[in-house]
């Protein structure tokens, strides 16, 4: 996690070495009055707040070491929505208290909080709704389980009913015997939960939680447009009811590694881009339509659906081989377990 701590006061800059050196992070992301005063001389709020966009858009987290007044004041002008701002905490300078004030659940805030509490002795306080109830936080637990949020205004409306009576849900996966309390299972009903990757809503008002577990297996003609590619990986995708947001990576054949085209798509959809050989291909298990001419191509006679397994860690296909405007689709989900 990529962390700033920033201190105030000769006891908050003894307590950042600490802090740091539990997080295991370099001095260089420990910023203190004095480095601020040395490049501006200027009052102490301006020092702080002169780099603070830059800190508050280029880290995962920021810790804050003094009052929460100045914490607050500091990244006020900075904030976007619960989606993308970072976690952001405050530790007084005794290291007595550790409290997230700031994208808790979404950005790991809490989580962050009990962890460094626990390793400095201190107390975490905690004081989103759900963590002081003892009940599920849908968009913690998505968080921490790489799914995408379907709604954040779903996600409010579950996070509110569930601090009053069981909410249900349901899932593509098999569910555990014990769920979180909050979360009952059930299949239908005006408010609930469904954890999947494909398009599915049993509930009247349904809050999807899709974990990013599908690998796209791609295989083109050359010179290929991102454009081209799109409308192929969605026309492939709604065939089979797939959410776009389970996409977490796409795999191709090592002699596509510089089409331009592909490399723009997958940066479009912030997915990893992974290429294999023929050799690599050729030895994954399974069924796969085979193409002569295709392998006498690249080596190997199917690509797309055979990158897709490999990529998902020989996964299981979601998706066979489908072809359009020069641009062949397949798609495949790695093993997954729903676990609270």
């Known amino acids: 996690m990529n962390i700033a701590v920033i201190c105030y006061s000769d006891a908050g800059a003894a307590l950042a070495g600490r802090v740091s050196e539990i997080l295991g992070l370099p001095l260089s992301d420990v910023h203190s009055i004095g480095k601020f005063a040395v490049k501006y001389g200027f009052s102490a709020h301006e020092k702080i707040t002169a780099e603070m966009g830059d800190l508050f858009s280029s880290h995962e987290a920021l810790i804050f070491i003094g009052a929460c007044g100045i914490a607050v004041r500091s990244i006020a002008p900075h904030l976007k929505s619960k989606t993308e701002d970072p976690a952001v905490l405050v530790l007084d300078d005794r290291g007595r208290y550790v409290i997230p004030i700031l994208s808790g659940h979404i950005g790991g805030a809490n989580a962050l909080a009990r962890s460094l509490a626990e390793k400095l002795g201190a107390e975490a306080i905690v004081t989103t709704a759900t963590d002081g109830a003892g009940r599920f936080s849908c968009d913690a637990w998505a968080s921490t389980h790489a799914c995408a949020i379907s709604s954040m205004e779903t996600a409010k409306a579950v996070s509110a009913a569930i601090l009053v009576s069981d909410v249900p849900v349901a899932s593509e996966f098999a569910l555990p015997e014990k769920l979180p309390a909050g979360l009952v299972p059930g299949e239908g009903g005006p408010l609930g939960v469904y954890i999947g990757v494909r398009e599915e809503e049993p509930f009247t008002k349904t809050l999807c939680l899709i974990p990013r577990i599908v690998t796209l297996g791609i295989g083109c003609r050359r010179g290929i447009s991102a454009e081209a590619i799109r409308e192929a990986v969605s026309e492939a995708l709604a065939s089979a009811r797939i959410d776009p947001r389970a996409v977490c990576r796409v795999a191709s054949i090592d002699v596509k590694r510089d089409e331009a085209g592909l490399a723009e798509y997958t940066g479009d959809i912030g997915a990893e881009l992974v290429f294999y050989t023929a050799e690599e291909l050729a030895a994954v298990p399974g069924d796969f339509a085979e193409s002569e001419f295709v392998k006498k191509t690249v080596g190997v ?40």
């Open 301 to 340: 006679g199917n690509v797309c659906e055979r990158a897709a397994v490999l990529g998902a860690g020989i996964g299981k296909l979601l998706i066979g081989k489908t072809a359009h405007d020069g641009v062949t689709v397949a798609a495949a989900v790695r093993d997954w377990r729903v676990e609270f």
